[in-house]
Each structure stands twice: as C-alpha cells, then as structure tokens.
C-alpha cells in the first residue's frame, strides 16, 4: 500500500531508507542494563551470609536473607524484585548471571573483606558509610524510625541506657528498639577502616 500513496515512489523510497536507517542506528545502540539505572541497591543474601545481611542492613541497605528454599527460589524473588544476589557459592553466582540476574560472588571471611568485597563489584551507587544513612532492622529488616524519649522510657528500654543515650529508634515491622551503644561504635570504626574511595 505504501507504493500507492500520494506521496509517489521516490518519497516512499526516502522515506523507506530513512527509517531504515533510523533503525540500523538504534539497532546499533547497546541495550541500557535496568540495573544501569540509578536506583537504591536492593540485596538478597543466600543461607551462608546471615552476618553478611545483618551488617548491610545496619548500613543502611535492604537486604532480605533467604535462609530457606532453593537457589530457583532465590533467583525468582531476586529477579521478581530486582535484588542483586550476593553469595559465596560460584555456581549458584554463575547460573544467576547466565539467567541475566545481577549477582555478586562474595569474598572474604571476614565481615570488612566481604563487605569491601559487596561494594566494589555492586558499582559506585553503594558506599559504606553510616553518616547520613538510616539503618534498617538488622532482625527483620524493617525500617527504623527516630522516638521521642518519652516513647523510648515507656518501653523496656534499661533506665541505665535512657540516661545514657540520646537517640533512640523502632523498626515499624517488628518493633524492635534500638540505641547508638558499643555495637554502633564498632561499626563506625568498620565503616572507617573500609577505605571507600578505592570501590569504585
């Protein structure tokens, strides 16, 4: 039908081998990955890296420990939910790539190697610092909220912690409470000793 319209042979024949090009040129664009996109970094850690999630999350991250069901379970939530799989099993690392899944093979035994380990292959949108960062339940992984210190004394927080802290937090899914005590210090010198600047 396009040879019989108005427009004539020779402006069909244009406009033929310029949409032809059009396409050549977009064919010939690499595909953009939906995880080049600038988006928070959601984790899911297999059964082998339970300490692993806790620390992701008190950094901040939303990291879904999958401590039960198969690796094509995991794979499903992961790529359902557009979760970066972190685990230390190459084979299960390998297939989750194969499928076109975003997965990071875990090194390291200890939590600064393989939080270091985490974070350089996951890109420069993750970096390890607990400035400016809202932690997350390192339990269930809810998000936390900031209370008022009269909310804070009503609970079971020790009178001896209330006079000795000023901040106080509640996870909204499990109502946990937390404070900044000795466990937050150790972090903080953690996050210190992982030098960031050379991740990316």
């Not at 999958?66 to 690796?71: A, I, K, N, T």
């Not at 359902?80 to 299960?92: H, W």
């Not at 975003?102 to 380990?117: F, Q």
């Not at 609970?155 to 509640?170: C, D, G, Q, T, W």
Request: hydrophobic share 35%; net charge positive; aromatic share 6%.
């Amino acid at each position: 039908m396009s040879q019989a319209s108005s427009s004539g042979p020779k402006s069909s024949a244009a406009g033929t081998s310029a949409a032809k090009r059009r396409m050549a040129k977009r064919g010939a664009r690499a595909p953009r990955s939906e995880f080049s996109v600038k988006r928070p970094l959601l984790f899911v850690a297999d059964a082998m890296l339970g300490s692993l999630a806790r620390k992701l999350r008190i950094f901040g991250f939303d990291t879904i420990y999958f401590g039960e069901g198969g690796d094509p379970e995991l794979e499903a939530l992961a790529k359902k939910e557009k979760r970066v799989i972190i685990t230390s099993d190459r084979r299960l690392f390998e297939h989750s790539e194969g499928m076109g899944l975003r997965a990071v093979l875990v090194e390291g035994k200890t939590d600064g190697a393989r939080l270091r380990s985490v974070a350089k292959q996951a890109g420069p949108g993750m970096t390890l610092s607990l400035r400016g960062r809202t932690s997350r339940c390192a339990v269930c992984n809810g998000e936390l909220e900031l209370i008022r210190r009269s909310d804070a004394a009503a609970s079971e927080i020790p009178p001896k912690v209330l006079a000795r802290h000023r901040l106080f937090f509640v996870c909204k899914s499990c109502s946990r409470r937390y404070w900044r005590g000795r466990h937050w210090d150790k972090l903080r010198r953690l996050s210190y000793s992982l030098d960031t600047k050379d991740l990316t």
